[in-house]
Structure formats: C-alpha cells, structure tokens
C-alpha cells in the first residue's frame, strides 16, 4: 500500500492524505455513538485487528476554540486524549464486528501522556492507535 509508510522518527508511520481513506466522517458515524460537534475523527486510513491510523483536521470554528482561548485558540489536550479514545474505539468497534452492535466503548486509563507541541486552527492530528492488550468486560 502507498497510503503508509515509515518515518525513522519513533517509528510513526506518515499518511498519504492525498489517498482514500477507507473511512470517512459517515461511515465513523455508523460505528461510533458520537455526533458532531462531540466527533473528533474526520477520516480513517488504515485499520487492521492490531492497529488505526485515523485524522483530525483541526479548524477555527471548532466550538472549543470559542472559550480555549478566543485571542489565542489552542486545542484542548482532554480533546486531543479523546480523539485518540474515539480512534482507539473505532479500532475495538471494527475488529469485534457484529459482537459490539449496541455496546458502547469506554475509554478507562492513560498513562504518561506527553503533548510534544500546541495544536491550533489549520493543524491536522494524526492518531495512531496501537492495541497493546484486551480488556475484560467491565
């Protein structure tokens, strides 16, 4: 596949945004409970039982940007840890097929999360999900 392909940098492959994505806002919508302006997964590009790779386009008239800050819009990082949880979601909701229809998935820990720079209008999220274990039902 051209879609991805690997930066010596962390080993965090680069997308090809240019290329289809095998979902997009709709088809997230059809596998996720979250409804816009709660919706922070524009596209997916890749999805394996292991692994996603999704984005977020970030944009002024997000509605966060009206209090964080006005003269100043910077992402929230509790925005940025749910988009990766609604990307992490995804990847559970698509590997578990049939058996997650009508079950909602919650995000339930995170540790050392680090924010390398700001996220502001115009920027573009690349979320990375790799699955490290399954959890039991809780």
């Given at each position: 596949k051209d879609i991805i392909r690997n930066s010596k940098?962390?080993?965090?492959?680069?997308?090809?945004?240019?290329?289809?994505?095998?979902m997009d806002?709709?088809?997230i919508m059809e596998i996720l409970p979250h409804r816009p302006p709660f919706l922070f997964i524009d596209k997916i590009?890749?999805?394996t039982d292991e692994?996603?790779?999704?984005?977020?386009?970030?944009?002024?008239?997000?509605d966060f940007f009206k209090g964080h800050f006005p003269d100043y819009?910077?992402?929230p990082g509790v925005i940025i840890i749910e988009a990766m949880a609604q990307t992490a979601a995804a990847l559970v909701?698509?590997?578990?097929?049939?058996?997650?229809?009508g079950k909602l998935v919650?995000?339930?820990?995170?540790?050392e999360a680090r924010f390398r720079r700001q996220v502001v209008p115009g920027d573009q999220l690349k979320l990375h999900v790799q699955?490290?274990?399954?959890?039991s039902k809780v």
């Open positions: 940098k962390n080993d965090i492959p680069e997308i090809n945004v240019s290329s289809k994505p095998i806002t709709t088809k590009y890749e999805l692994m996603v790779i999704g984005v977020k386009n970030v944009t002024i008239d997000e819009p910077v992402m909701v698509a590997t578990l097929g049939e058996e997650a229809e919650y995000f339930m820990t995170i540790d699955k490290t274990r399954a959890r």
